[in-house]
């Protein structure tokens, strides 16, 4: 190689192309009222087999709200009651909102029922102690989410703050006192 073509070389050689390096934050959702949002939920594993005295079979309320600015649990958007068993599986549903969220967040709470408490009275509820419900949920302190949601269950929530055309896949796994639970969520948005 020639003198000039070395380091020629070595500069091609170090150059790795260009990064992108736009740290902005990724669009938040937006549904319309000509949106349709599906939930598909598929139970993997049901938090009621450990159990002796169990009936087998999980009865799950859905709630999806949009998140506030403040963190806070806003208008509740949807409320579906599901059984599933070894046999159900699996549930679909569809919704069209009511009114248009525009760069919004949502939270998506999945609750086993025990009580059958009513939407109407587990709605306040988990309004006025949503801090406190998702801290007990986090350090597993069953009294302080007894106290606040009796005998249902909190299986899990999930925060969604991006939303695409793509499905997105939500996984609520765990194990709530004595109760093991798997339960997959798919949320598309079809315009």
């Known amino acids: 190689m020639g003198p000039f ?12 192309g ?5 740290n902005s934050q990724k669009p938040l959702v937006t549904i319309t009222t000509s949106d349709t949002v599906g939930i598909y939920i598929k139970a ?18 859905l709630l999806l709200y949009e998140l506030t600015t403040a963190d806070q649990p806003g208008p509740l958007l949807l409320s579906k009651k599901m059984a599933f068993d070894a046999i159900n599986t699996s549930n679909e549903l569809f ?57 249902d269950d909190l299986l899990g929530y999930k925060i969604i703050s991006e939303f695409t055309m793509s499905n997105q896949v939500v996984t609520m796994r765990g ?7 798997h339960y997959i969520l798919t949320i598309s948005k079809y315009d």
């Open 175 to 181: 194990v709530y006192k004595l109760d093991k639970y």
């Open 5 to 16: 073509l070395m380091p020629l070389f070595l500069l091609i050689s170090g150059c790795r």
């Open 95 to 151: 919704f069209t909102p009511t009114m248009t969220l525009s760069d919004t967040r949502l939270l998506l709470m999945l609750i086993e029922q025990d009580d059958e408490t009513e939407v109407s009275v587990l709605d306040p509820l988990i309004k006025a102690n949503y801090r406190q419900l998702i801290d007990g949920f986090r350090a597993m302190d069953y009294i302080k989410l007894e106290k606040i949601i009796g005998d």
């Open 44 to 61: 993997l594993d049901l938090s009621e087999d450990m159990s002796r005295v169990s009936t087998e079979d999980d009865e799950i309320l």
């Open 18 to 22: 260009i990064r992108n390096t736009d």
